[in-house]
Each structure stands twice: as C-alpha cells, then as structure tokens.
C-alpha cells in the first residue's frame, strides 16, 4: 500500500443496472419508462438557445422549482430540485443524518442508501423486512438517528398504506423521515400533503421513472420551508450550479403536461396488472408490485437460470444474487409488445424444461 493511500476515502461503490446496447433487445432491468417524455420536452430542447450555454444556470432553478410548486399545489420555499433523486438523496443524508444514532433503512431496499451512509460514515441498521417482504413499522418506533425507505419499496414494489407511513412519521418527530417516492405514481399514495403538518417530512420524488426523464437526471424534494433552506445551505456548500440550463428547460416542460404523464403511468400499470396474471399462470409467485416493476420468483426454475436464459434471448431483467432476494428476478414493465415477448418466452423455456424434465 502506498503510503498516500492511507488518506483515501475508501468505499464499496454502487453498482448501476447493466447499460446492454443491442438492436433487438428488451430492456426491463433498470425500470425505466417505454415511452418517450411529453412532446413539449423535445421542443424545449429544440428551441433552446445554444448561445446562452456560456451563461451559467440559475442556481435557484426557479423556473423548474415553481413549475413543481405548482404543479403539486406546495409553495415554492417547500421545493428542492436536484440531478436525479440520487443527488437529492445523497444531498439529504449529508445535510441531515449526523447524530451519533443509527438511521434506520429496511434490509431489502435500495441498494444505494448503505453505499452513501458508508460514504459519509453515518451509522445504520437495517431491520428485516417480515416473511412476504412487507415493512414492519413497529421496528422503525425505537430510538434512531433518521429514517429513511421508499414507498412503494424497492426491488419489492410493495407499498405501505398512508396511515403505517404516517404512523412512521409521527412516532418519530425528533428526527427527519425521509419517503423516496421514486414510484409513487404508479398506483400509491403520496405522503406530500403531509409536509404541512409534520416539520419532520422530506419527501424526494423522480422524474427518472414515471415522466420517462431517466437520461437528463432530475429529482426532488418537498418538505417543510426550513428542511428546504438546510438542503440548499449544503447544496450551494458543494456546488451552487447543480442543475443545468437544459435539465431546467426539459425539466420544466415536463412537469407541466399532466395529462401526457398521467396517460403513460395509466398504459403502464394496465401492462403491469396483465402481467401480473400472465406471470400467475406461469408459476410465478410475487408478493402486490405498486411500482412499474414485479419481484417475482418461480415455483420450479431457479431465478439465476432465469435471468441467464432471458439474457441469452437479449431480454434484460435484474437479479439480485445475494441473500434473501437470490430466488427472485425483479421485472420492468415495458411496452405491452415487449411483455407479450417476455411472456412467450418464458411460456416457451418453463415449456421445454418440464417435457425435458430438467431438475
Ligand atoms: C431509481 C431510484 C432512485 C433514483 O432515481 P434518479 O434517476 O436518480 O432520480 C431513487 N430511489 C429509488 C428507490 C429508485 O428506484
């Protein structure tokens, strides 16, 4: 070891979904959104002036924040934008989760939530989800440091009710609770009404997944007008201008075509709820997904086999090897021609196997 390396920041770093590049190939293993954003956002790219490329961005983001601010019925002062939810996120662990005291964060969730509370050396635990891989709140109603999980939760898409994710909430009012709502639109409730009676709520939401944003990196954040104010405190501590000018404009253009938005999540979860049935069929067993995803496992065929025989197809999916979720492929729901592949392929391969009586 050079001696240098001793003042390393040293850390395990995430490891990002596979990026395939293939011409036939059915992408269902980062959840990303088969449509293409709002038509407005090609237009916003398209007429944007080049020439004020030399003008640094508005560090405020202000016309993305009241775009949002509108568009969710908050005030503006209760908005925090950001490149992509991650950067939210890892702003939101560095601002707020500094006590000595574990952050609590389920033992299956999102796998970059450890890598940043490593990052920045914040103690956790990690209660187990219970047997059907459902959050128990009574584990989240002891003595912590923050709190933070997703809802619905991922790779499981299973949601908590309103009234557990408030219970979460108001039990632990000393510190801050964060709700990752990076799939909320696909079918659960959003706790955003909530920021105006509990000071203690940060609620971070995408427009990766449900406005089909994923390669332009937006996120945000919404929560009390004092949560928002330590949030940019830190932001303009580590770099002012995190936003660009064409995430601001393509962002912008987005959030304001409701209708486009609501109609695209609509076509996903009716795809989600065919497959759903489809997969029940084939022996697939998988708790409620509420996200644009299904974890699912099969009653015979090991997941590993799976998620090689469908990789050898070009069809892409996410398996998780290690642990509780080594039995499971975790699914995106693609076009409804996509899924229709996917479902006569595994009809075709579950098939084969049984007459050839593999295993
Ligand atoms: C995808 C995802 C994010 C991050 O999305 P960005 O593309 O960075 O906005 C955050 N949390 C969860 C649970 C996710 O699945």
Redesign the pocket.
Known sequence: MKKWEKNVRRVVPYTPGEQPNQSDMIKLNT?ENPYPPAPEVREALRTLDTDELRLYPDPSANELVSAVAEVYGVKKDQVFVGV??????AMSFLTFFNGDKPILFPDI??S?YDVWADLFRIPYERPLLDENFHIRKEDYFKENGGIIF?NPN?PTGVAMDLEDVEEIISKNQDVIVIV?E??VDFGAQSVVPLIEKYENLLV?Q????SRSM?GM???MAFGDAALIRYLNDVKYSFNSYTMDRTALAAGTASVKNQEYFKKTCRKIIETREWTKKELKALGFCFEDSMANFIFASHESCPAEELFQALRSRHIYVRYFPEGRTSDYLRITIGTCQEMEVLIAFLKEYLGQRQISGNR
């Open positions: 959840n992509g939810s991650d950067d939210v996120l969730t999102y970059f997703p991922a990752d990076a799939y971070v995408t427009l990766s997944k994923a990196r937006i996120g």
